[in-house]
């Protein structure tokens, strides 16, 4: 059986502040609330509650990893074929630290966007919002606000919590079972 899309309740604002003031007041009350808006809003990640630090954590980890796997790539073959040329140490940590530097750089770059491709559940070509009438509004001149109506909760009760935050309008979205 197909899994259910989850409904979405979106409200439309026409500015910022009240906007954030909605997600706070909503989050309060226990909704899952998610902010779609045209530019960064400051403000926006205290008033969601974003405490993640997942994706930095993931670039240090991988830039850490990339680091020492660079630097052991080279300590290796030179540990277990020395070559003497010209005094040159067996460990020439100078010499070794370009393809270091290098690695760690790649290595971070790509456990980064991996982490925050998988964090926002990307690639996600179509979500049920692009089906609200409005909807492409949110990357010109407007801000909306969605509630996630999982775990059984109130379509009524959402509408009325939304409805009190005052948006210029609320739509219904998704809930479908996907093809």
């Known amino acids: 059986m197909p899994k259910l ?3 979405f309740l979106v409200g439309e604002f026409p500015n910022p502040e009240p906007m954030l003031a909605a997600t706070r007041t ?5 909704w899952k609330v998610e902010l779609y808006t045209p530019f960064p809003v400051k403000g926006m990640k205290e008033a969601l509650g974003f405490t993640g630090r997942t994706v930095p954590h993931a670039f240090v980890i991988g830039g850490i990893v990339g680091a020492v796997g660079g630097f052991l790539m080279q300590v290796y073959p030179n540990i277990v074929y020395p ?7 067996m460990v020439a940590v100078p010499a ?7 690695l760690l ?5 790509l456990t980064g966007i991996a982490t925050m491709f998988a964090k926002n559940r990307l690639p996600r070509l179509h979500h049920p919002l692009f089906d609200a009438t409005r909807f492409h509004l949110a990357s010109d001149n407007r801000f909306f606000v969605s509630l996630a109506l999982v775990d059984g909760a109130d379509e009524a009760k959402a509408r009325s919590a939304l409805e009190r935050q005052g948006p210029s309008s609320i739509e219904k979205v998704g809930g479908e079972v996907p093809e």
């Open 83 to 89: 070559l003497d040329i010209g005094g040159r140490p």
């Open 26 to 30: 909503l989050r309060e009350e226990g």
């Open 5 to 7: 899309e989850p409904a």
């Open 105 to 109: 750089v790649l290595c971070s770059v």
């Open 96 to 102: 070794f630290m370009m393809i270091t530097f290098e």
